[in-house]
T-cell receptor, first 111, second 116 residues
Framework: DQQVKQNSPSLSVQEGRISILNCDYTNSMFDYFLWYKKYPAEGPTFLIS?????DKNEDGRFTVFLNKSAKHLSLHIVPSQPGDSAVYFC??????????FGSGTKLNVKP | GAVVSQHPSRVICKSGTSVKIECRSL??????MFWYRQFPKQSLMLMATSNEGSKATYEQGVEKDKFLINHASLTLSTLTVTSAHPEDSSFYICSALTGGNNQPQHFGDGTRLSIL
């Protein structure tokens, strides 16, 4: 049973606009959430994280929002750039630092 | 900081061969490392958690005799795919924790394993 889900396998956005990637989870014990960016044939690169005590964390063009009651988190990228085109994975963690990953959303930012 | 190096990046070998993949934390000590497998267009599947100086903890369905993990030092973990067969062909990725709670895992660049 998949505990972290990304229901959109792909997303296409025009350069300069906002990209919104979504992620849902089922385990209420998760208290740490992350987003990773992955290019083909490379390992995931850590992007941004958020603890369950917060509902928003911002780092430059990237903002992660957490809605604990809905068990939902999202990543906003604004403005989107062509170099942002990649696969984005959300991940969640509870005890013991074991991470659960979503299936990824492929973002394409069109010039 | 927090650089993880994985080697080799690509392996092509015959069926029946054993293949060793190395994962090194270059600028930090990693008490815990993780090994993942990724199938095409799918998520990262955790295979095992590797703790320095102790036996690895394998996820359900992962054969420990097939996928040997050794974490002999705070900077090195190895995954050996023993007697590899075509169905073992996949993308294997390691990651390491810098330590402490609520810290991200940092990933290596992965190893593309192709068994002929």
């Amino acid at each position: 049973d998949q505990q972290v889900k990304q229901n959109s396998p792909s997303l296409s956005v025009q350069e300069g606009r906002i990209s919104i990637l979504n992620c849902d989870y089922t385990n209420s014990m998760f208290d740490y959430f992350l987003w990773y960016k992955k290019y083909p044939a490379e390992g995931p690169t850590f992007l941004i994280s958020i603890s369950s005590i917060k509902d928003k964390n911002e780092d430059g063009r990237f903002t992660v929002f957490l809605n604990k009651s809905a068990k939902h988190l999202s990543l906003h990228i604004v403005p989107s750039q062509p170099g942002d085109s990649a696969v984005y994975f959300c991940a969640a963690s509870g005890n013991f630092n074991k991470f659960y990953f979503g299936s990824g959303t492929k973002l394409n930012v069109k010039p | 900081g927090a650089v993880v190096s994985q080697h080799p990046s690509r392996v092509i070998c015959k069926s029946g061969t054993s293949v060793k993949i190395e994962c090194r934390s270059l600028d930090f000590q990693a008490t815990t490392m993780f090994w993942y497998r990724q199938f095409p267009k799918q998520s990262l599947m955790l295979m095992a958690t590797s703790n320095e100086g102790s036996k690895a903890t394998y996820e359900q369905g992962v054969e420990k005799d097939k996928f040997l993990i050794n974490h002999a030092s705070l900077t090195l973990s190895t995954l050996t795919v023993t007697s590899a067969h075509p169905e073992d062909s996949s993308f294997y990725i390691c990651s390491a924790l810098t330590g402490g709670n609520n810290q991200p895992q940092h990933f290596g660049d992965g190893t593309r394993l192709s068994i002929l």
